[in-house]
């Protein structure tokens, strides 16, 4: 009883007090203000309060580990990394949280996306004192936060004012921010400064964990392959894909949470739907289109249900189709990872209704056809 109370304590404080913008320097902070005229609605006041205190440690702190590592870590250079694509609720964090137990490759931890600008010199302080703040579980599935766990990469680029996520921050304002989902049409300066942010953030995390390869996962990615290839033209990418019926019903309860932790506004009223399907569309347009940019054998696909049946065979033959070192390595750790999440529970949903049901299909229906997926067939969908 202890513990939910701890919880529910922890989830209130999550919706309206902590934030999970807190990598933001006061120049940037000043500047997403200034960006939507200071339009913060008055429940969020205590939050853009915190955001203001932390905006400015994280300027003190961010000079001073500029000015101690920058020298080392601008030098570094990024070894191919390795990118896991996917549509949310498609199966990318599963992947990733089982790919990141080979302990040759280095991945973003929560702590380290969230403060790009700090985490060499606070993450020691972190891993102390604030996992006792994270909920036992994320609040849209079972899957366990923390200041240490596996973290999407897109975080990082908030701090260039130019990211998707800022969608939920502002959502009166989302349109602004949903060209940053492929960044097609996009002004050349603003491509820049969030091609910026990540090449900074990966040239200190290759640098943190002395030039181990990385492996990194953000679904918005999956739209983004020139532009990744532009940066890191030796990347590897891994796109799980999984039934359209499965995703677009388990992103209608992801999208229900929305991003409590980011939010400055009370969210308007909105077609959750015609988001969801646009979104997806919009992703999947730009991923098919810039595929086939990738060289002969760096991309690996798979089907999510094959991931859940047999997860060793197939990273075993995701290391042997990209060229990945010597899978043997990382066997053991993966069996020990495989071991323990046999209790693991998904969440169940209810059926899709008939109507919206049929608009998935007529409007997704290139990735039933060029996946395999039976249109006629639901008995996957109801789980996430």
Sequence with gaps: MKVARADKLRIFLFHWFFTTLCGLTLREWAGLLAKHRFAVDLAFWPR????????????????????RYGASYRKTVVRAPIFVLGHYRSGTTMLHRILVNDR?????????????????????????????????????????????????????????????????????????????LTFRGVRPA???????????????????????????????????????????PDARFIHIYRNPYSVFKSTQSYWAFGAPGRR????????????????????????FEEKSLIPEGHLYELRYEDLERDPMAVVRDIYQSLGLPDFAEAEGALQQYFDAQRGYRKNKHAEIDPAVREVVVSEWRRNFETWGYDTEEERRYAHA
Excluded at 168 to 178: G, K, M
Aim: glycine content about 2%.
């Design 264 to 287: 400055l506004q009370h969210e308007p009223k909105q077609d959750i739907d015609r988001q969801i399907l646009d979104n997806y569309k919009s992703m999947f347009d730009a991923y």
């Design 190 to 232: 603003a491509v820049a400064a969030w091609k910026r942010s990540l090449v900074v953030f990966y040239k200190k995390l290759t640098w943190r964990y002395q030039q181990r390869q990385l492996i990194l996962k953000s679904p918005m990615h999956t739209g983004r392959i020139k532009l990744l290839l532009e940066m890191f």
């Design 104 to 180: 040759r490759l280095a991945y973003p931890t929560t702590w380290q996306a969230l403060n790009p600008h700090t985490f060499l010199t606070t993450e020691s302080f972190a891993r102390r004192c604030l996992q006792v703040f994270f909920p036992r579980t994320r609040l849209v599935d079972n899957v366990r936060p923390g200041v240490d766990a596996p973290f999407e990469d897109e975080a990082v680029t908030v701090n260039s004012l130019h990211s998707y996520l800022l969608r939920y921050t502002f959502p009166r304002e989302a349109s602004v921010y949903d060209p940053y």
């Design 48 to 67: 853009a309060a915190l955001i203001t205190v932390i905006s400015l440690l994280n300027t003190l702190v961010g000079t001073y580990e500029r000015l």
